[in-house]
T-cell receptor
Framework: GAVVSQHPSWVICKSGTSVKIECRSLDFQATTMFWYRQFPKQSLMLMATSNEGSKATYEQGVEKDKFLINHASLTLSTLTVTSAHPEDSSFYIC?????????FGQGTRLTVV | QKEVEQNSGPLSVPEGAIASLNCTYS??????FFWYRQYSGKSPELIMSIYSNGDKEDGRFTAQLNKASQYVSLLIRDSQPSDSATYLCAVTGQGGSEKLVFGKGTKLTVNP
């Protein structure tokens, strides 16, 4: 299968600071990538669709000014959690579609203290 | 509202048995169907994709799709303890949408 790399795999930050998460497709190009959030014992919730060269599309209820998405190239999308608060602590996962299916990055466990 | 429904389980089977996981979806226009395996604390891993009615086999895994019934299933033969995980059913929308809608997952435990 295709490889999607996400970095960092875990991060602890202080409340009020910002955190950037990178998602790269290593062996294919992805015009579209997806960002999910998963709380413990719950399913994946789509936050936004990242489009190369244009603005991201956010799902209902997701604050676009808080979760900044930049899809700078066909292999890189970034999610920045701005002014993070403890309730933003979660498992963030990116995904990209190749011809064989949708593949996920390793996920980033964010803890805001 | 597009929905994907799965029995949350837990589903418990003995080692060597067949595990059967089921999923129904509400969007009749859905075109692509996927099964993912997610170990605790890890991200989902694609194990099967299916696009047309019928069965698709890959090793110990068989995916079955029935679009008329809006039903997709996953059979795991000769279940192993390492198969213990949460299995997520995912469906794309109609019109070539790349968005995946996930079910809440079924937790499978294979007992040695």
């Amino acid at each position: 299968g295709a490889v999607v790399s996400q970095h960092p795999s875990w991060v602890i930050c202080k409340s009020g600071t910002s955190v950037k998460i990178e998602c790269r497709s290593l062996d294919f190009q992805a015009t579209t990538m997806f960002w999910y959030r998963q709380f413990p014992k719950q399913s994946l919730m789509l936050m936004a669709t990242s489009n190369e060269g244009s603005k991201a599309t956010y799902e209902q209820g997701v604050e676009k000014d808080k979760f900044l998405i930049n899809h700078a190239s066909l292999t890189l999308s970034t999610l920045t959690v701005t002014s993070a608060h403890p309730e933003d602590s979660s498992f963030y996962i990116c995904s990209a579609r190749s011809v064989t299916g949708a593949f996920f990055g390793q996920g980033t466990r964010l803890t805001v203290v | 509202q597009k929905e994907v429904e799965q029995n949350s389980g837990p589903l418990s089977v003995p080692e060597g048995a067949i595990a059967s996981l089921n999923c129904t979806y509400s969007d009749r226009g859905s075109q692509s169907f996927f099964w993912y395996r997610q170990y605790s604390g890890k991200s989902p891993e694609l194990i099967m994709s299916i696009y047309s009615n019928g069965d698709k086999e890959d090793g110990r895994f068989t995916a079955q799709l029935n679009k008329a019934s809006q039903y997709v299933s996953l059979l795991i033969r000769d279940s192993q303890p390492s198969d213990s995980a949460t299995y997520l059913c995912a469906v794309t929308g109609q019109g070539g949408s790349e968005k995946l809608v996930f079910g809440k997952g079924t937790k499978l435990t294979v007992n040695p």
